[in-house]
């Protein structure tokens, strides 16, 4: 058995995802959907060992503030501060990080976009722009800064993984060849906001990557598109950091394709 805890959860489309490649590789496993509120993760997490869960992933709010409570987290999972996979190895839960290599692998394989010496400018310094951050950081983006309403937290990112806070927000983007919108601006039900004030210009030249899914094409996009740009949503993202955590509980090569299928299938199925 596998899962996934947070709260609220009534969105996850994670359980048909995981539940169609178990099914596709005939593996005897179920992904059940576990709503856990913050005050109850300890006891959740007793249960989960004590009913030998093989595995579960996490998503908001206990992200961060599940670390303390784990055996042991990956350097990579600690260097972005979040854990959003746990694999049980008898009895020893080990947190993992696949939000960040999913974006990536996205990114290249969704987007044809290798970040290697790349300028980037991210929106929003929360746990999703920290984890899109640390792992472009790693792979050679050239110069990333960061744009948060709450002006300190973009510095305390920046300051973090040795970029820069955004000071011209049209300059910086008008040099940029990436454009990630890590806030929540424009998620359901607030499909007609963009995190990006309305006098700024998009090009051409730029992917713009808007980590939010439901809607599939958010005002950014939207805008993107208006201004010819390459624009790609974050079901991308979410379909390969799932497809990292499934290999993580099971040891198998996750079915893409499969994933991609239940999760389209899922979100159109909400909308
Ligand atoms: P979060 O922790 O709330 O962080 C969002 C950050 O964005 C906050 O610091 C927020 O500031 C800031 N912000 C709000 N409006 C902004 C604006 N107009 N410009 C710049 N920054 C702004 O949320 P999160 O967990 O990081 O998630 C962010 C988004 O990513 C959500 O839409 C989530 O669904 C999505 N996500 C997608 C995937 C995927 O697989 N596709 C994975 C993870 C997350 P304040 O705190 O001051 O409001």
Redesign the pocket.
Known sequence: MVGIIGCPLGHSISPAMHNAAFKELDLDFEYVPLEVDPEDLGEALKGLRAMHFAGFNVT?PHKETIVPYLDEVTQLARRIGAVNTVLNQEGKLVGYNT?GP?FIDSLKEDAGFNPKGKKCVI???????R?VAVSLSQNGSELISI????SE?AEKLAEYINGAVVKDLQKEIAAANLLVN????G?QPNIDDS?LPENIKLHQKLLVYD???NPPETKLLHLAKKAQAKAIS??G??VR?GALAFTIFCGKTAPVEIMWQAAREALSAEA
């Open positions: 908001i939000d999913g929106l929003g310094a929360g746990g999703a722009g984890a744009y948060d309403i709450f937290k890590a806030s929540p601006i998620m995190p980590l939010i899914y974050g079901l993202m979410l950091q």
